[in-house]
């Protein structure tokens, strides 16, 4: 196994994994719908034990994804973290107080009470979403840093016409892309509304339920297009980071995402095309039509797409993390990766990740019926 193989194969595990994060976080599109959804505590119950039955294998794979993002290129990890921390540190804690929430929104004499918990919940579904389709963004639009090649020193906020608010520039700084990133955040926020819409439609037997999440998917869906069209549109007519393949220089250059997803038999733009027709056929069923399979084939297509977006950031000679402030400071597949003996190894031990990822479709399958009275009343309902 070569150095060039094992990145290009880390990578795709990468590109994977944030695929099944996407396709697990109707959980927060759920959250973030919940109001509307119940109107009654009764409805209530049904909808936050059909969310909280799937929060923890959401958070599988978010540990994985991060765990094999950070393990395979650690100067990304470096970069990112050490630099944005901000935006991190935000997302992280969105994703305690979920967890926080749904282990104690029902437990008797809790201090903070259903409300706060509510709350939590919203703020993980909607600002924990938002930012982390920006920070997505910026795998196509650049940060603002610089890394010593030699010394690997690391300074944040050096562009002369850039903002430095350690990551949070990504959404303010329009003059850098943060209008991308916006519409890269929200397209992300209403696609996993319209899944978390139809997971509800999927899983819960009260019809009353089922027929306000039809009608919340058909909304999210509409919401949801102008967003997607123009982070497409900007995607396909933007300056990209191409990398030279041979001296590893970084140059802007015109067309760079189109031409990229031309590349080698345009499989990466096949793929995206799949992706879209399926997740609106899924839409389709599940929320014109009712039909609770809608969810599966919707997310189904959302995978594809979301795989295609990441290959799009990391393969064809494309800066996967680049710096607007310094262009040669951005960072490859390349130059952000472990040593060989590291990848090696790691390669090896990625080999037992089906076996994660069998363990969570075992434990879906497990609690694969629609959520009941029975459900919601038992003694460990959430």
Known sequence: MTLSFLQHYWWF??????????????????????MQLAKNEEEEKYVYNSLGRKWELGFTV??????????????????????????????????????VSYEYRTKPNNILGKKVYHIFLYFNGFIGTILIGAAV???????????????????WGVAKDGINLRGLEAAISFNHGALFNLAFGLMLLFLVRVTGALWVNNNVVNEEVRKRAQ??????????LPFFLIVVGLLLTMKGYAVDPKT???SMVEGHYLKNFLMNGAFKLIIFLVGTL??????????????????????????????????LAGYGNTAFYPSYADLQSSLTIQNAS?????LKTMFYVSLAVP????????????????????????????
Do not use: C
């Open 62 to 99: 978010l540990i994985m994804f991060g765990g094999a993002l950070y393990a395979a290129f650690p100067l990304f990890y470096s970069v990112s973290f050490g630099g944005a921390y901000w935006v991190w540190y935000i997302i992280l804690f969105s994703f305690v107080v979920q967890a």
């Open 338 to 342: 472990g040593s060989l003996v590291g």
């Open 13 to 34: 595990i990468v590109s994977l994994l944030g695929a099944l994060l996407v396709f697990m976080m109707f959980v927060q599109g759920g959250q973030s719908l919940a």
């Open 137 to 155: 963004g910026t795998f196509f639009t650049g940060s603002n840093f610089q890394v010593n090649g030699i010394t690997r020193e690391l300074t």
């Open 215 to 224: 009608k919340l998917a058909r909304i999210n869906f509409f919401l949801f």
């Open 278 to 311: 399926t997740f609106i056929a899924g839409v389709f069923l599940g929320a014109f039509k009712g039909q609770r399979i809608g969810f599966w084939i919707a997310n189904g297509g959302v995978v594809f797409v979301v795989l295609a977006i990441f290959m």
């Open 248 to 250: 590893g220089v970084v």
């Open 355 to 382: 076996l994660v990822l069998l363990e969570v479709g075992y434990t879906w399958y497990v609690m694969r019926k629609p959520i009941n009275e029975e459900d919601v009343t038992d003694k460990h309902a959430y």
